[in-house]
Structures are given as structure tokens and as C-alpha cells.
């Protein structure tokens, strides 16, 4: 019964991240757009608990659905109602370069199902049971990928500065009209 139970928590999950992705692309308000990213990210981390993976549920609640969302909320508020009106009547170019981009990785999914179903994957590593654990993230954030983790920080801090500013110069606009 159990094993019921996880193959339907799985299949929510999975339909709510899919059906909250394409909302996210959809939507033409932002702010609506910037909830079902929320709402993605949260069936994304209950997709990781089903992996046994609650370090990394937890932390993509925290740090990307709590942390980054709220910035995100605060860029879009901040901007205002101008924020989608770069996108209106866009060149026919971004329609293709979706078309191609979600074709390919349709294709990707097609090559990783065929090659797990023929066994090519099949090949299993033993895991330490250290694999996963916060110590052993931290350890790898702060030694192995420093570079890439600062890094990451300083695009997140550019990303709210640059929101900032542009905004700054919309209502610099506004004022002047």
C-alpha cells in the first residue's frame, strides 16, 4: 500500500511541477508568473523527498522558493506593470528559439529513457553513507566548488542591483514625460 501511496505523490508532484513550469512561461503577469515559480520549486523539493534527498528539499525551500522568490517578488514590485512590456509583440525568432530549445530537450529525455531502458545505465556505484549529508555539502561548497559558490553570490547581488537600477531609470522616465 505503501508503494501506492509514493507512486501517487510522485505523479502529483510531477504533473504540478510540469503544469506550474508551463504557467510560469504563460502567464504574462509577471508576479503571477514569479507564484507558479514558487509553486514549481515546491513540487521540485517534494519530488527531492522522494529521493531520500531531505538536505536538498530543504534547501530548495529555504534558499530558492524562500530567499530568491522573495527577491524576485521584490524586483517585480518594483518595477511596476513595466515589466512585461519589453516582451509585447516579441520577433517571431524567440518563438523558434522555443520551439528548438524544447525539442531538444525532448529529445534529451527520449535518449536517457532509451538508454536506461537498455541497460547502458545500469551500472551502479556504491555510495559512502557521508554522500548527501550537510557536512559533506558544506565541505565540498567550501573547498572543491568555492570558485563556482562566490560566484553565484556575486550574479544573485548583480541581479538585485541591476533590478535596482532599472528601475531607477524607469521612473526617471516617467518623471521626465
Known amino acids: 500500500m505503501a508503494n501506492v501511496l509514493v507512486w501517487a505523490v510522485w505523479v502529483v508532484a510531477a504533473f504540478a511541477c ?9 502567464f504574462s503577469n509577471p508576479f503571477f508568473s514569479a507564484l507558479s515559480l514558487i509553486g514549481n520549486l515546491a513540487s ?6 522522494l529521493l531520500s534527498a531531505e538536505f536538498v528539499a530543504a534547501a530548495q525551500v529555504l534558499v530558492y ?3 530568491v522568490m522573495v527577491m524576485f517578488l521584490f524586483v517585480i514590485g518594483y518595477l511596476g506593470g513595466h515589466a512585461d512590456a519589453p516582451w509585447a509583440g ?8 522555443a520551439v528548438a530549445a524544447s525539442s531538444a530537450l525532448f ?15 545500469a551500472h551502479e556505484r556504491a555510495a559512502d553513507a557521508s554522500l548527501g549529508s550537510p557536512l559533506e555539502i558544506g565541505r565540498l561548497f567550501l573547498t572543491d566548488h568555492l570558485i563556482a559558490f562566490e560566484i553565484t553570490s556575486i550574479v544573485l547581488l548583480v541581479a538585485a542591483v541591476g533590478g535596482v537600477i532599472l528601475a531607477s531609470h524607469a521612473r526617471e522616465r516617467e518623471v521626465q514625460a
Request: hydrophobic share 60%.
Open 107 to 121: 529529445v534529451e529525455v527520449i535518449v536517457v529513457i532509451a538508454l536506461k531502458t537498455s541497460g547502458r545505465l
Open 18 to 26: 510540469l503544469g506550474s513550469g508551463m504557467a510560469v512561461v504563460c
Open 65 to 67: 522558493a524562500g530567499a
Open 90 to 97: 516579441g520577433p517571431s525568432w524567440q518563438a523558434l528559439g
Open 44 to 49: 521540485l523539493a517534494v519530488l527531492y523527498l
